[in-house]
T-cell receptor, first 113, second 113 residues
């Protein structure tokens, strides 16, 4: 069975500081990994994904994530936080041929001046 | 990615009534899903909407409570039946695009009084 653990339900950073949101997964088959962002009163928007190939993936809005198989991790980073990054972030796992997404509990990112 | 719309965007309903939520996609898609996001929680898959056949429900969700229709490859409805305050949630539809990536609609925010 697959599962996702997001460490830290709330993360607070200063504007301009590094953003690091942690995601660890469990999967018995090669995973597909996703990060989604949910702004207040909106649906989910895909930030980035890893399926195969390069383990460092770049997404929208300056975010990137690195798939580390040995650590079963897919942490999301951004070098410099912006006020507009304040949102809920969800990590999710699937695998080839499965289609269903298993979501983590989410991390709410707050950015303060 | 596909453009997905949902109607209504939000609603306030009385307990014991039913609400039908529509999901429209601007292109034909094979896989379509319905999710529930309870207040402050992550997303939980309700069911897979199958075109031309009965939906496939996840554990804990039943057809009598959440009947789903999928008459064609661009449209689906989810009905929340005999509602109670515990049904207050955001309901989202999603479709599967390339590399088995899911894209989400904007969600329907339901409050049951």
């Amino acid at each position: 069975a697959q599962s996702v653990t997001q460490l830290g339900s709330h993360v607070s950073v200063s504007e301009g500081a590094l953003v690091l949101l942690r995601c660890n997964y469990s999967s018995s088959v090669p995973p597909y990994l996703f990060w989604y962002v949910q702004y207040p009163n909106q649906g989910l928007q895909l930030l980035l994904k890893y399926t195969t190939g390069a383990t460092l993936v770049k997404g929208i809005n300056g975010f990137e994530a690195e798939f580390k198989k040995s650590e079963t991790s897919f942490h999301l980073t951004k070098p410099s936080a912006h006020m507009s990054d304040a949102a809920e972030y969800f990590c999710a796992v699937s695998h080839r041929g499965y289609n269903k997404l298993i979501f983590g509990a989410g991390t709410r990112l707050a950015v303060h001046p | 990615s596909a453009v997905i719309s949902q109607k209504p965007s939000r609603d306030i309903c009385q307990r014991g009534t039913s609400l039908t939520i529509q999901c429209q996609v601007d292109s034909q898609v094979t896989m379509m899903f319905w999710y529930r996001q309870q207040p402050g929680q992550s997303l939980t898959l309700i069911a897979t909407a199958n075109q031309g056949s009965e939906a496939t429900y996840e554990s804990g969700f039943v057809i009598d409570k959440f009947p789903i229709s999928r008459p064609n490859l661009t449209f689906s409805t989810l009905t929340v039946s005999n509602m109670s305050p515990e049904d207050s949630s955001i309901y989202l539809c999603s479709v599967v695009g390339v590399e088995e990536t899911q894209y989400f609609g904007p969600g329907t925010r339901l409050l049951v009084l």
